[in-house]
């Protein structure tokens, strides 16, 4: 078995190489004509992921086509999941810059952490229900605010 210890130090030693040197190994692992980001740390999990897979191998035939079967689904994204095919947003008329119910948004605010759950009809915080994100935006900061905007959702 191949030894874990020096394959964890390679990767430790990662961090510490110059972005050139990160971006000359992204192009060996990934092919001369990709594009080679200049995010350090973007770089670093990349060549982490790839090194791994190459270790370890990739994830199986089943699993990717699960993943991708999910992906058309539920694509939180671009909220394919409250989508129909033609991109028209189904009959709940949800807003289409609303990330899809379950999701939480979180914003810092005058150093306090504020969680909003996205439900199917409105929004919860603090265990209460609101219909808008304005309306939470209100009650929080005391003014009139574009929940949109104060959150900083779909902008």
Do not use: C
């Given at each position: 078995?191949?030894?874990?210890?020096?394959?964890?130090?390679?990767?430790?030693?990662?961090?510490?190489?110059?972005?050139?040197?990160?971006?000359?190994?992204?192009?060996?692992?990934y092919g001369q004509n990709?594009?080679?980001?200049?995010?350090?740390?973007?770089?670093?999990?990349?060549?982490?992921?790839?090194?791994?897979?190459?270790?370890?191998?990739?994830?199986?035939?089943?699993?990717?086509?699960?993943?991708?079967?999910?992906?058309?689904?539920?694509?939180?994204?671009?909220?394919?999941?409250?989508?129909?095919?033609?991109?028209?947003?189904?009959?709940?008329?949800?807003?289409?810059?609303?990330?899809?119910?379950?999701?939480?948004?979180?914003?810092?605010?005058?150093?306090?952490?504020?969680?909003?759950?996205?439900?199917?009809?409105?929004?919860?915080?603090?265990?209460?229900?609101?219909?808008?994100?304005?309306?939470?935006?209100?009650?929080?900061?005391?003014?009139?605010?574009?929940?949109?905007?104060?959150?900083?959702?779909?902008?």
């Amino acid at each position: 078995m191949p030894n874990h210890e020096d394959f964890f130090k390679e990767i430790a030693a990662l961090n510490s190489k110059p972005l050139k040197d990160l971006q000359t190994q992204y192009k060996q692992l990934y092919g001369q004509n990709k594009t080679v980001p200049a995010n350090k740390s973007f770089l670093v999990k990349r060549i982490v992921y790839k090194l791994q897979e190459q270790k370890h191998g990739g994830l199986s035939q089943a699993a990717k086509d699960k993943a991708s079967a999910l992906i058309s689904k539920h694509d939180p994204v671009n909220n394919q999941s409250v989508r129909s095919k033609n991109g028209d947003a189904k009959k709940s008329n949800r807003d289409p810059r609303l990330p899809i119910p379950g999701t939480i948004i979180a914003k810092l605010y005058k150093g306090k952490k504020l969680e909003v759950k996205v439900l199917e009809k409105g929004f919860e915080y603090k265990g209460k229900v609101y219909r808008s994100l304005s309306a939470i935006a209100k009650d929080v900061s005391g003014n009139i605010w574009n929940g949109f905007l104060f959150f900083k959702v779909g902008i």
